[in-house]
Each structure stands twice: as C-alpha cells, then as structure tokens.
C-alpha cells in the first residue's frame, strides 16, 4: 500500500479479513487494518478510520468517496474504469459443462435493484422569487442544478404555495400572502418532479379556489401529491410509489397550521398531524414491505440545531419505522442524526424561495437518498447557495465546508 497522504494521514485503512484476500493491500502496517467483517463500521468509528467496502455492505452511517471522480452510487458509473472494482473469473477442467448454467453477469451492483431518491426543501414561486422567473424566465431558478434533479429516479418537491389564475403580478412590496402564477407549473416539469409535498403553511393564503385549482393542475398533469389533499383524509393518504424493486410510502403532515391551511372533511388543505396515525401508517406500510418516507412542515427556527421537542417527534417517526425523516419547514437549514436505523434530516433550507437576507437562509441541502435490494444503504449530502433570490448553485469547496462543519457540529451520527 502507498503512504496516507492528505485528508487520509493519521486515519487507518480498514478492510474485512473476507475483503482482503481480493485487495493487493501487501503486508498490513501502521496505516492498514484487517478486521472481522461486523467490526469494519464499529472499528472505523473508533479509530477514526476510514475502509474498503463491497458494495452490498454500504450503510447510510458511511460517507462514500469518490475515487478519480467516481462514485458506485452513480447510476452512469464506467465499471471497467472504476479503480475499486474487482473481476471474478471462474472456470473449471472438469465441468465445463456447468459454466453455462451460471448467470451471465454476476455482479453485487445491479442497477435494477437501485433506486435513487431526492429530497428537497422549501419551494414557493412568489415574490422575489417570481419577480426574478418573471424577468430571467420561468425555468431560471433550476439552470445551475437541473441535472442533480433529473438524475434522481423519484425527485420531491415540497411546494407550499397554490397556482391562482387571478394571481396578480409580483411587485417589491414584502408579503407573506402567498401566490403563484399557473405558467409557473413549468419549472416544476423542467426539474422532471415526480412527487409533490403539499403540507405548507401557504397553501391557501390565496384561497380555496386557489387549492382547488392546484389540485385540478395536479391530478391532470398525473403528478402525485400527498400531505395535502381535497380532504383532510386524502390529505393524511399515504402514496406509494414504486420503483424498480422498491416500493416507497409517503406519509406528511403539518402541525403548525395555521389552521385555516389545514385542510378539513369538506375543504382542501395541508393535513394536520395526528402523531399516533402517522404511527400507524408507517408500521402498516413496513409490514407491507413498504419503505416509509415521512416529511414534516414543522415548526422554523433560526439555528442549526434541532430543539428537544422537535427531536422527539422526528422520533417518533423513526420509532415507528420509517426509513427517511425530514423536515420540509426549515428556511435556515439544520442538522440530522440517524435513529433506529433511519436517517432524520430536521430541516433541508430552502430550495426555490426568495430568501437572501442572511447566509443562512442561502445554504441548502438536497439530499440524494439511494436504496438497494430494499435497503437503504446511502444518503448524499448535496449543497447549494442561492443567489438572484431565485437560482440554487452548487456551493463552492470553501462554502460547502463552512456549511457541513457548522451542520455536522450540532448532528448525531
């Protein structure tokens, strides 16, 4: 093995006993570990260490590095290119005859077994954001970050605010009675959403005829929504969509209100939370075979770390079994921390809204969430800024490290 250089130095390389026979790693010293299979994630956190892994044994608790660019969490990954990868050859003098009988291409990286999907923060096409569609064009706000939303294989958007066809055009004056013009639904097509969050605090600012025609928009455009709905019980509906091998469970609610944003027997809305329903729900969907995915429109607050209370309901998601826990509210994005196996994101920030007025509010988080034979085995921390009080870009080194240090400080992993 070469000398630990950079990031690496003083952090031991660990592989599995099983994993060493196939790496030419030399004679293990100072810098090299070979540990039991079940130890390699415990002794890494001990050690501060970092590891070669196969691919079936990825965890969401390791950050997978790129090597000269690559990634195995990327679908358009070049195999044979790959440094890590390793080939196996079988063969036999004495039955040749049985080599047909194996599979073709033998591999612990089938990609009709991945799924890939984004979650996203806050979107609202309004004010500033819209005077800004409105003089750049519909489509502006996504220029710098479109291919991170298409790649994804189910991309979410948390949109909290209703399309209005009497939606008057954006001015300066600061508002927080929310619209969006109808031609503005483009922006969502130009992203390739596949389903929408729709628990927001807006969504009926401009309303019910607003919802209303929200809904119909959706419905016609065969866009899936849930967390919102024409009722409150279509509203606390759980969707399932289904990818490849995976079949995921979308559950949202909104405890914040206000009330007359939730949605009712008789109107449309965002659904309120009924904690011991969404229990419920999220164990049903786990002994379905289903993946929960919970979201929540909490409570905002200006700071990193999530409070006491807002821990404990995240929580209760997790406890009941969801694998993924976020929170759609945050404006000022905030840390996460893994609980009963899933991962809790307490707030993402924004994605497509005007906020400029401090750092805080520019940071983002998208987090790309892979999944493999019914596992979910990764979550990438994906980064931007804001800038025109519009357009998400991908952050620099210097501001990505900023952002991740201030996050991970207050995170639990």
Known sequence: MGEALGPFSGHPLLVSSSQARGIPLGAPGQDVAVVEASQVLTEAIQRDAWAILPFQDLDPRWKVLRVDGMSPLDRELDVEAYPLATSLYLGSETRPDALFLLPEDITDRDLEKMSVVMLTGVTALTRGTARTMEREGVIYPARDIRDWLLEPDITHISNEVSFAEDCPAP???STLVFCSDPRYFELMEYVDTDVLELTGNHLLDWG???MNNSLRLYEERDLPFFGGGWTLAEARQPLTLTHGVHTFGFVGCNPVGPSYAWATAERPGA????????ADQVRELRERGVIPIVTFQYWEFDQYAPTTRQQTDFRMAADA???????????????????EGAFVHYGLGNLFFDQMQRLEYRQQFLDRHVFYEGRHISTELLTTMLEDYARPRPMTEEERRAFLEATFAVSEW
Not at 271 to 278: I, K
């Open 171 to 173: 001015t300066a004056e």
């Open 208 to 210: 019910v005829s607003a």
């Open 271 to 278: 659904a309120s939370c009924d904690y011991e329903l969404l």
């Open 321 to 339: 079994g969801a694998a993924i826990v976020s929170g759609s509210q945050a404006h000022w994005p905030q840390g996460f921390k893994f609980h």
